[in-house]
């Protein structure tokens, strides 16, 4: 009689176990944060916007929120990147090393390669913020220009004593530092092509110089004609002047002699007409 009296509690417990069990699966089958839980997915590319020919910049993307950034910042899912880019021309040109990846930490360091064409280009990132199959997308640009450099150029000797081990030169422009050459290991009586590009669009007009010193390799290596110091001068032209106010001038001097003009033949046709 007692476990006739005892049967429906035991399927009223089964039943809420059953019930348990199912809601457990449910909550993890479920995300663990449905869209618009998350911070705002938010995406930057960092780096030079004028780059010369044949240069290579690196430039930083970056990623925060969606999906993938826990609202205390913890980055808890994955940041994914498609990259590309855009010119006109677009031979020699390359945008990586790899057009897709994963953001490290939310973030990575591409390189764009120019090639020997002065043209816009356009750097353009897709970024995808994934979490337990949550994903939000973004989009950012950034507009380079390509533009010509201006050029260092010549030629290192190495003596005939000894051989040099790899070391930095030192570009100055005008006596301040603006980069370095990175020189590798040279054997006695080697020559080796020295090359620097340079990027500037501050320049005042005029004539400016680099200049290289080997003076801290202590005669091991030099310049052709026996120097210590090599130094290249350049010239900037200044900006074409602007002739737009000459222009608006004239225009306006034009409408003002034609109405004057017109004044005069109304002027004398309207004393005509009295007469």
């Keep these: 009689m007692r476990s006739r009296r005892s049967a429906p509690g035991a399927a009223v417990a089964l ?16 995300p663990a944060r449905g869209a618009g839980q998350y911070p705002p997915l938010s995406a930057n590319i960092a780096g030079p916007t004028t780059i010369g020919t044949l240069q290579s910049r690196s430039y930083e993307i970056s990623a925060t929120g969606g999906p993938a950034e ?32 994963v953001l490290v930490n939310g973030s990575i360091n591409l390189t764009l390669s120019a090639g ?45 004593g000894a051989s040099v081990s790899a070391f930095a030169l030192t ?37 400016h110089a680099f200049s290289i010193n080997v003076a ?29 106010p000459w222009y608006i001038a004239g225009a306006a001097a034009f409408v003002l002699a034609i109405f004057i003009w017109v004044s005069l033949v109304g002027g004398r046709r309207r004393r005509r007409g009295r007469k």
């Design 15 to 30: 039943g809420l176990v059953l019930l348990a069990a199912t809601a457990g699966l449910a909550a993890l089958a479920a």
């Design 70 to 101: 826990a609202l205390n910042g913890t980055v808890v899912g994955t940041y994914t990147y498609s990259a590309s880019f855009y010119a006109v021309n677009t031979t020699g040109l390359a945008f990586g090393p790899a057009s897709t990846g």
């Design 116 to 160: 020997n064409i002065t043209e816009p280009v356009t750097l353009t990132v897709t970024i995808n913020s994934t979490l337990s199959g949550v994903n939000a997308t973004t989009n950012v640009s950034l507009l380079v220009e390509i533009v010509e450099p201006f050029v260092l150029s010549t030629t290192l000797l190495v003596g005939s």
């Design 171 to 207: 570009v100055t422009l005008d006596g301040s530092p603006v980069g370095s050459i990175a020189v590798p290991s040279l054997t006695p009586g080697q020559s080796y092509p020295l090359s620097f590009r340079y990027v500037a669009t501050d320049l005042s007009p005029g004539w």
């Design 216 to 244: 801290g390799e202590h005669g091991l290596v030099g310049f052709p004609g026996g120097q210590q110091v090599y130094t290249q001068t350049f010239y900037v032209q200044p900006a074409p002047p602007d002739d737009t």
